[in-house]
């Protein structure tokens, strides 16, 4: 049972436009959620979060945007630049059961 | 600051053999995670622990494998009689484990079994 599901395995983008990730959860009761990007050989680095209780935040180039009718959070970056490129996860969690659950993931690349 | 530390970054062991993955959370954190990656996939979580305590291990096969976070010391993540299948990286995280807060990652370790 997938809760939180990032359809686009790939995803390429040119150099100074912009990146949109894309991440469905089922579970109604989340209510933080987060993106991560990984480097091959690294641990997953945290990028930005957001309560459900707020439908957009901003940091930098990096913007989360939450619809909790759709159950679907999406992240933009902008402008994107090569070091971009990397599989960013998106995870989901209910604070009252402390179990974050993560999507597959999007290898973004980021093309010169 | 140390981030979360994890140790060996890379583990390699014959089939049969036990596998001992430790994981030292960051300062102040108290809830450690371990998640595994197979190549090509996500992190899928495997078991949630505090000090001294599983929380909850629903996402880890109930054998061969166990997890421990004793008061002193690194949390444990053991795998005996490996088989080829364990081949993966596993990760280890921490959070404070207050609030809505975000986990941090270790950079794992890759264990292959031969």
């Known amino acids: 049972d997938q809760q939180v599901k990032q359809n686009s395995p790939s995803l390429s983008v040119q150099e100074g436009r912009i990146s949109i990730l894309n991440c469905d959860y089922t579970?109604?009761?989340?209510?933080?959620f987060l993106w991560y990007k990984k480097y091959p050989a690294e641990g997953p680095t945290f990028l930005i979060s957001i309560s459900s209780i707020k439908d957009k935040n901003e940091d930098g180039r990096f913007t989360v945007f939450l619809n909790k009718s759709a159950k679907h959070l999406s992240l933009h970056i902008v402008p994107s630049q090569p070091g971009d490129s990397a599989v960013y996860f998106c995870?989901?969690?209910?604070?009252?059961?402390?179990?974050?659950?993560f999507g597959t993931g999007t290898r973004l690349k980021v093309l010169a | 600051n140390a981030g979360v530390m994890q140790n060996p970054r890379h583990l390699v062991r014959r089939r049969g053999q036990e596998a001992r993955l430790r994981c030292s959370p960051m300062?102040?954190?108290?809830?450690v995670y371990w998640y595994r990656q197979l190549p090509e996939e996500g992190l899928k979580f495997m078991v949630y622990l505090q000090k001294e305590n599983i929380i909850d291990e629903s996402g880890m096969p109930k054998e061969r494998f166990s997890a421990e976070f004793p008061k002193e010391g690194p949390s444990i993540l053991r795998i005996q009689q490996v088989v080829r299948g364990d081949s993966a990286a596993y990760f280890c995280?921490?959070?404070?484990?207050?609030?809505?807060?975000?986990?941090?990652f270790g950079n794992g370790t890759r264990l292959t079994v031969t």
């Open positions: 995280a921490s959070s404070p484990g207050t609030g809505q807060s975000p986990l941090h």
């Open positions: 579970n109604s009761m989340f209510d933080y």
């Open positions: 300062k102040g954190h108290s809830h």
């Open positions: 995870a989901a969690v209910y604070s009252g059961t402390y179990k974050y659950i």
